[in-house]
């Protein structure tokens, strides 16, 4: 298989239960792999770490040559006033796509109301939150006989608490829901982006967008009028070292912290349950032995990253890795879910094992851009795995694999459908 | 008695005694369990404590976060030894592998790792060192008697000598509201370890942090007071201070004097040893069956022109020691070499610094990264046309790009970052002050006439030359 029929059956919708073969391919022509429309795709893991530490590699599209500027948002007409007020917010990129000076900026300036040393409190305060909320949705199952882990039990969580650290109001969820579903269903990089449905899903995709910027918009700018003690409001009104975001970088910085808070973390619990279920003896081995549960956080990102690649970086010099070239201006995408099934640096990479002591994976990402929110995570999905293997009684799984959405990046289950004997109190 | 040389007999039964239980000491009788010894092993420490990280001593502990006998190591596995702390080794007979105890007993192994570290360099006036109220810090004890003391809220805090330790605690001091003047006889602080060019910038951080930072000083004199309390500090310009409490953070010295007529190359520069960690004789030849690791070891380093380097450094006391473990087990064709890329970390002035490489083996500085006016930046130093070092001020996140370019000893100046590149990005002198004389001479002489018949010998120790106060 070619580099480019490796990538491309990867991308395909009807691999993402199972993209790792076709990672496996690419792996065969090294651990950096030149596609022929000049795409460098990174594969293994110890150049995916050099690599996220080259200053000489930037996140930020806008420095790749001869990209195509994309178009302006648009609102409706150009003299329309809410046309002028979506350019004008639409302007700054979030920090993921950003590089030093401005992301480091970014990323501290929203760190002030996330995170020590100024807000060391915050997410350590959301544990009883995040404990009754899983707890609800299992005595709301009770009497049932079959649950949908994703959507009874998994989502809930996140969104509870990222909507109450932010300050969204959890009563707009069904509206939110549905253009994050829209937007990540529009973002396709595979050959099924070419079809004529995909090119629906990118129209319907754009305009759910400019929808959620929309209510963004009003969000900060309810908040600039009435503060509350949301992290939107907090950032609208921030007099830290740094000075104030713009208002265009706190709308998209909130997008980000907003949709990478809750939606990556339903796709680790989802993808844990998963997990545990398919390999026997671990749900009961967890059960019996909780502490090993942050360990099996660990090795299920490892095997199934919930950001599985990332394609925005740019070479901006020409950078020599392992005997290739990668000349300047080259787009590069860092295949975090293939290099974490790396065979160099993880012994039998695709068994799920709790013993490893390779532990350390790029679930998480790698260097200036890795998680911002991983502590919060962690005690999401602790919690979570905890309670779910404490109460659920004999969970199997009823389809395996289970159907995924769409999107091939933020890679998750849209169901994960399990027959139950009950739930203990 | 099995013998290293007879492999397989000596890992199941032989006797090995580790010297030293400190980070390195412990993390070595850890490696030596997982290399597969099941003989038997014996740990011997000064202190009485069970191993402990001594990184916070001198900041979580100073800040009154963690009490400063609550920094215990943790253990990674069991290691089935016998532990003899608070009993100091003060001798070692070679020919027999005996090591003598403070207590007159005698312990004796097949194969010995010495890791007994250093200890904080006194202030060099005997009679002023014991006025209470002065300090220095190594040990848990002294961290404790540090913190009490700042929490009794003196009116001022000296601290002699700007490195690392000094720096980071005149950095609590301010944090907890203290007044505190740092005299260093350089002209920055952390100008030993990283050249004048950052110094200016971390005596910036001391100043807006309200620090009275004086460098280009000694300090003179102590003074107590009727009850024998520090109270006064005369410095070399002639100025007087008011102060309660005196930090000596002066350095380090060298736990070698137990070695004393063992004939191994020890001495205030440490033990040398090769690069798979085992010992030196006097006479520069190896031994077999005595390994050296941690603060206390000194070996050649391909990196750097073979140089022998110390490195004070927690990694190195765990890394070293980890090889020294394996070299004392394994067949020799399976030795591994020692060759580490050092790594240091400070937190202090809300910044975290950190090193890779050796910066002071430089003599040329570039600014690679971010802005040096906001203290929030990434440096390389250079030495013949190659980066042999890097600084990162709250930057860490990119240390190892340069790390892996001193590994391959890339050029310098590196590549230029492709963004957040900063406004000065010229190669300047480092500005490492000059090696002030040593603090004491070796005193090792060749005998013989033939070139034959050539031995080395130690002179008999004479004190060393009272140093002039710092």
New interface residues.
């Given amino acids: 298989m070619t580099p480019d029929q490796a990538f491309a059956e990867a991308m395909k919708f009807d691999n993402r239960p199972n993209p790792y073969p076709f990672f496996d391919e690419l792996r065969k022509t090294g651990p950096v792999a030149r596609m022929s429309n000049g795409v460098y795709v990174v594969v293994g893991y110890r150049e995916v770490?050099?690599l996220t530490?080259?200053?000489?590699?930037?996140a930020?599209l806008r420095?790749r040559p001869n990209r195509p500027q994309p178009a302006p948002m648009k609102g409706g007409d150009e003299l329309d006033p809410e046309a002028q007020l979506l350019a004008e917010y639409g302007k700054d990129p979030s920090m993921i796509v950003q590089?030093?000076?401005d992301h480091?900026r970014m990323r501290r300036t929203a760190m002030r109301h996330f995170g020590p040393p100024h807000s060391p409190e915050l997410i350590p305060s959301m544990e009883a939150e995040c404990r009754r909320v899983v707890n609800d949705m299992l005595d709301k199952a009770k009497g049932k006989k079959r649950i949908d882990v994703v959507d009874d039990y998994a989502y809930p969580l996140p969104v509870t608490v990222i909507c109450r650290i932010m300050g969204v109001p959890l009563k707009d969820e069904p509206q939110f829901h549905a253009w994050i579903a829209d937007a990540m269903a529009g973002a396709e990089l595979g050959p099924d982006a070419a079809t004529e449905e995909g090119k629906r899903r990118k129209e319907k995709g754009a305009a759910s967008i400019v929808a959620a910027t929309k209510y963004m918009i009003g969000l900060v700018e309810s908040a600039a009028k009435n503060p509350t003690d949301g992290m939107i409001s907090k950032l609208v009104h921030d007099d830290g070292p740094d000075g104030r975001m713009s208002p265009s970088e706190i709308v998209s910085n909130c997008w980000l912290i907003f949709i990478a808070g809750h939606d990556s973390t339903v796709n680790l619990i989802s993808h844990s349950v998963l997990t545990f279920l398919r390999n026997s003896g671990s749900f009961d081995l967890l059960r019996r032995r909780p502490e090993l549960i942050p360990r099996a956080i660990e090795e299920v990102l490892r095997l199934e990253s919930s950001v599985n690649f990332w394609p925005t970086w740019t070479a901006?010099?020409d950078i020599e890795i392992d005997g290739t070239t990668i000349p300047k201006g080259s787009p590069i995408f860092f295949m975090y879910g293939a290099a974490n099934r790396d065979p160099k640096q993880f012994c039998d990479p695709n068994k799920f094992d709790l013993e490893r002591e390779e532990k350390e994976s790029l679930g998480w990402g790698s260097?200036?851009h890795?998680c911002f929110g991983g502590a919060l995570a962690r005690l999401e999905v602790n919690t979570a795995l905890e309670v779910f293997l404490r109460r659920v009684e004999n969970p199997r799984l009823v389809v395996d694999p289970p159907p995924y959405r769409r999107n091939a990046v933020f890679r998750g289950p849209l169901h994960v459908l399990i027959d139950i004997d009950g739930i203990r109190d | 008695m099995s013998s290293p040389t007879n492999g397989n007999a000596f890992k199941k039964n032989g006797r090995i005694v580790i010297i030293g239980a400190s980070l390195a000491g412990l993390r070595g009788a850890e490696a030596l369990r997982n290399e597969g010894f099941s003989g038997h092993l014996t740990i011997i420490g000064d202190e009485p404590h069970e191993p402990y990280d001594r990184p916070p001593l001198s900041k979580q502990v100073q800040k009154g976060w963690v009490k400063a006998d609550h920094t215990k190591l943790p253990r990674m596995r069991k290691v089935d030894a016998e532990w003899r702390l608070g009993v100091a080794a003060t001798g070692l007979d070679r020919a027999s592998g005996v090591v003598r105890l403070a207590n007159g007993d005698e312990v004796a192994g097949d194969a010995l790792l010495i890791a007994t570290g250093v200890r904080a360099r006194p202030w060099p006036n005997p009679e002023e060192a014991k006025l209470e109220g002065v300090y220095t810090l190594r040990t848990c004890e002294d961290a404790a008697r540090l913190q009490a003391a700042l929490a009794a809220r003196p009116r001022r805090v000296l601290v002699i000598g700007a490195g690392f330790i000094g720096s980071e605690v005149a950095s609590v001091c301010r944090e907890l509201g203290l007044e505190v003047t740092v005299a260093e006889r350089a002209a920055a602080p952390l100008a030993g370890a990283l050249g004048n060019v950052i110094g200016a910038i971390a005596a910036e951080m001391q100043r807006d942090a309200g620090v009275d930072l004086r460098t280009g000083v000694g300090v003179t004199k102590l003074e107590g007071d009727a009850k024998r309390h520090v109270r006064h500090a005369r410095l070399s310009d002639g100025t007087m201070l008011d102060v309660d409490v005196v930090l000596a953070s002066l350095g380090s010295i060298r736990n070698v004097e137990w070695l004393e007529g063992a004939g191994l190359a020890a001495g205030f520069w440490g033990v040398a040893c090769d690069a798979g960690c085992r010992a030196f004789d006097l006479h520069g030849l190896v031994t077999n069956h005595i390994f050296v690791a941690g603060d206390v070891a000194r070996s050649p380093h391909v990196l750097f022109e073979y140089q022998f380097l110390s490195l004070e450094q927690w990694a190195n006391a765990v890394l070293g020691a980890e090889i020294a473990a394996h070299n004392m087990v394994c067949a020799e064709t399976e030795r591994r070499p020692y060759l580490p890329l050092p790594e240091n970390w400070s937190g202090q002035f809300s910044r975290n610094i950190k090193t890779i490489g050796v910066p002071s083996f430089g003599d040329e500085l570039v600014f690679t990264q971010g802005s040096p006016k906001e203290r929030r930046f990434a440096a390389a130093y250079g030495r013949r046309g190659r980066i042999i070092g890097a600084v990162t001020f709250d930057y860490g996140k990119w240390l190892q790009y340069y790390g892996a370019q001193i590994e391959r000893s890339g050029p310098f100046p590196p590549p230029a970052a492709g963004f957040d590149v900063p406004a000065d990005a010229r190669v300047v002198p480092a500005e490492f002050p000059a090696r002030g004389a040593t603090t004491a001479a070796p005193d090792v002489v060749l005998t013989g006439h033939e070139p034959n018949e050539r031995q080395a010998e130690f002179r008999p120790r004479t004190e060393p030359r009272q140093k002039r106060a710092a």
């Fill in positions: 770490v050099a530490h080259d200053p000489r590699i930037s930020d420095k590089d030093p000076p480091d901006l010099a260097g200036i890795v």
